[in-house]
């Protein structure tokens, strides 16, 4: 079988490159259909993959002497910044030498140079951030959660059109439930953007539309696609990662406030890390930028190598169902 080609940019993200060049031996040692290009400082990266047995056909290291900052304007650094492992890496997906590229480092970066090196599939208006997001169902897509904050009706019905397609082949839940954010089930809530695109969802015969949903109902996974713009979507998205976060806190300073409660939390401790373990957004890998001509996964700033491991690990599945020319399909029959 054809492998699977990862531009992995090692300099990216607050615990590079240590973490990425620990995912990148850890998802090659998962899968043998996968082969890492870590891009970075080579000597640097060369020193961190000795502490490592590898099979060295999977893992290949790609120099590039500068690196973006996290804090550093997206536009600006991908101009000035061209031999950057970002950069570079994406210039690999562009010229066909990668299949994917992973990268935990800015995110503004990474959004401006998936649409300006990498490109859009033709007829993606814009392409949308789309984090999988943990539901007691499983799991949910969100799209668009960080890219683009002014959208329009058509973006959200291409969106709603694309989560369906990764949904249902990456994921292999059939013919998904899609939802709208808002403020309420009944058609006449909404906003200006969520009243003029709901009958457009609505006339779609392509995917299975469900109409509105709350917030309140999507942890307990009343659709599995979920659209809206930007600003929603990073705000439902943050707030579900600090909750998360809290609530695992508040329960491990419950479960060690008495002795008593100290033998209980004995007894619950290994169904307890396995139900935690499914909240964990780094068992989910990245998050796609869905409608670009090769496949773009942004991880979290502080990803640890697990969520890099499958964050590589997703690219694979991606490639094998062959979303992107799905997508491709979808849009061109709708223009």
Partial sequence: MEKTIVALDAMGGDNAPSQMVKGAVDAAGKNANVKVKLVGVQDILEKELSQYEYNREQIEVVHASEVIETGEPPVEAIRKKKDSSLVVAMNMVKEGEADAFVSAGNSGAILVGGQIIVGRIKGVERPPMAPLIPTANGVTLLLDA????????????QWARMGSIYMENVIGIKNPKVAIVNIGAEEEKGNALVKETMPMLKQLTDIN???????????SGGADVIVADA???????????GLGMTLIKKIKAGLMSSFRS??????????????????????YGGAPLLGCKG???KSHGNSTYKE?????LQCITFKEQKINEKIKENISGEE
Avoid: C, H, Q, W
């Fill in 231 to 241: 600003f929603v979507g990073n705000v439902i998205l943050k707030l579900y990662e």
């Fill in 262 to 283: 100290k033998i209980g939390a004995l007894l619950i401790k290994p169904a307890l890390k396995e139900t935690m373990k499914s909240f964990s957004a780094e068992e």
């Fill in 209 to 219: 539309f469900i109409g509105s949903i709350e917030a309140r109902d999507i942890p």
């Fill in 295 to 297: 496949l773009v996964v």
């Fill in 146 to 157: 960080g890219a683009n904050v002014d959208a329009k009706p058509t973006n959200l019905v």
């Fill in 308 to 312: 890099i491991s499958n964050s590589i």
